[in-house]
């Protein structure tokens, strides 16, 4: 069974710009869960989608967005990208809500904004 | 503020030796607290999960406890291996938010 994947893995932006990164979870999976990690702050929470609705929210600006479409497949968006957006973003999936189950983490797409 | 804690920040331990990392949290009520691994470079693995109603579980040379009444929760890990050289992040999940809480890890190194 194919793990999670996540594309890109690198990416390199300008401040200002928007970023999308994509998320595919592992097949069979309703919930994709998307968190940012950085060195200082550890693994921040962004947001779950379940069947394609939003099921919770971190406590970031409305920059960050995302989206589920009904094959579970997500995306993630960064609006008007800022230096401290730059971090490994990670993506998990789950059979059922993130809490009440296993999460399977994908490798991460590393951002870096200059 | 709902928090999770974790210490030491770095532990540096021979090969063949055992090791315990702690998990202080806040978080309360919660639902489950869970270990993960993190290998450098790639996403966290999941280690154990115990509801609060557990005390202990393990999984091949990691062992979790749970202390519900102090908020505490350790994880063992026996006869380490270079393998085990990683960080190693507590999580709670917070029953009224349904949100997971992720401590800041322990980052293990495990040297020959």
């Known amino acids: 069974k194919a793990g999670v994947t996540q594309t890109p893995r690198y990416l390199i932006k300008t401040r200002g710009q928007q970023v999308t990164l994509s998320c595919s979870p592992i097949s069979g999976h309703r919930s994709v869960s998307w968190y940012q990690q950085t060195p200082g702050q550890g693994l921040q929470f962004l947001f779950e989608?379940?069947?394609?609705?939003?099921?919770n929210k971190g406590n970031f600006p409305g920059r960050f967005s995302g989206r589920q479409f009904s094959n579970s497949r997500s995306e993630m968006n960064v609006s008007t990208l800022e230096l401290g957006d730059s971090a490994l973003y990670l993506c998990?999936?789950?059979?059922?809500?993130?809490?009440?189950?296993?999460?399977?983490f994908g490798p991460g797409t590393r951002l870096t904004v200059l | 503020k709902n928090q999770v804690e974790q210490s030491p920040q770095s532990l540096i331990i021979l090969e063949g030796k055992n090791c315990t990392l702690q998990?202080?949290?806040?978080?309360?009520?919660?639902?489950?607290l869970r270990w993960y691994k993190q290998d450098t470079g790639r996403g966290p693995v999941s280690l154990t999960i115990?509801?609060?109603?557990?005390n202990t579980k393990s999984n091949g040379r990691y062992t979790a406890t749970l202390d519900a009444d102090t908020k505490q929760s350790s994880l063992h890990i026996t006869a380490s291996q270079l393998s085990d050289s990683a960080s190693y992040i507590c999580?709670?999940?917070?029953?009224?938010?349904?949100?997971?809480?992720f401590g800041t890890g322990t980052r293990l190194q495990v040297f020959p």
């Open positions: 989608y379940f069947s394609e609705t939003q099921r």
């Open positions: 998990c202080n949290y806040t978080v309360s009520p919660f639902s489950n």
């Open positions: 115990m509801t609060f109603s557990e």
């Open positions: 998990a999936s789950s059979s059922r809500l993130a809490g009440a189950d296993t999460q399977y």
């Open positions: 999580v709670v999940d917070s029953y009224n938010t349904d949100k997971l809480i």
